[in-house]
């Protein structure tokens, strides 16, 4: 066998860093490849999150909201005439600034309750009143994303907007006549009987609507009053006030 020269040493020496440096250099982009891997994958997990919660939940919660409506509706028809407080719902918010259309409302502010695409009134910290009683405050929560989004628009409500409330003998109108845009979610005056912090300091007929904001966070709420018009009865076409036929 042929002995090598100097240069062939060299040679070898030479060549046997880069063939190490070139396999690390292939670890290196494996290990980044797998990454970029996991950082797509937990993207598109995320997207579907967002897409469930943001989209999903609405379409089950509509269904829901609209299954529960027709038995309101139902148990009207079958019933005798008078207001009635059931576990089905009490009857339907109509704001025609929030495009939200129909909203039934029933008994209670409990998250599970208000993921089935409803309205509620409170019954805690401060009891709500409702629409038939002579004075008070019918103050009402409902979520501004996901689960049916009812008060979504909430913030397109100005000073004049109608609110109306149907039952199954009367409409009830009211006029929004204030609105806070930020406050602290603990602030549950808001929800008194006489709602200072909108300006009145004397009973009446208010109506409250709060909300979670900013949207797609629920760290402050949303606030808006009303305070009642008039009433009218319900026909037997159920032919809405003009409020709700423009």
Not at 44 to 73: C, H, I, K, M, P
Not at 102 to 131: F, H, I, M, Q
Not at 156 to 184: H, M, Q, R
């Amino acid at each position: 066998m042929a002995a090598r020269t100097g240069q062939d040493e060299r040679t070898d020496a030479e060549v046997a860093p880069p063939r190490q440096a070139s396999r690390a250099r292939g670890r290196v982009a494996g290990a980044v490849s797998v990454f970029g891997e996991l950082l797509i994958t937990a993207g598109l997990v995320l997207g579907l999150f967002v897409a469930y919660s943001l989209w999903w939940t609405n379409v089950l919660a509509d269904r829901e909201a609209g299954r529960q409506g027709d038995d309101v509706r139902h148990n009207w028809e079958s019933t005798e005439p008078g207001a009635l407080d059931t576990k089905d719902g009490i009857g339907f918010l109509h704001v025609p600034a929030m495009k939200n259309g129909e909203v039934l409302v029933k008994k209670g502010t409990a998250t599970e309750g208000l993921n089935a695409g409803v309205a509620g009134y409170y019954t805690d910290p401060v009891r709500s009143a409702l629409p038939w009683e002579k004075q008070g405050n019918f103050s009402l929560a409902a979520h501004r994303d996901g689960h049916g989004a009812k008060f979504h628009n909430i913030d397109k409500l100005k000073n004049g907007d109608s609110i109306v409330f149907e039952t199954k003998d009367l409409w009830y109108v009211y006029k929004v006549y204030a609105a806070l845009p930020e406050t602290s979610k603990y602030n549950v005056q808001v929800l008194d009987a006489v709602p200072k912090e909108s300006g009145r300091s004397g009973p009446g007929r208010y109506i409250t609507l709060t909300t979670c904001t900013p949207v797609f966070t629920s760290k402050y709420r949303y606030v808006v009053w009303g305070e009642l018009e008039r009433t009218e009865r319900v026909d037997a076409k159920r032919t809405p006030p003009a409020e709700l036929a423009r």
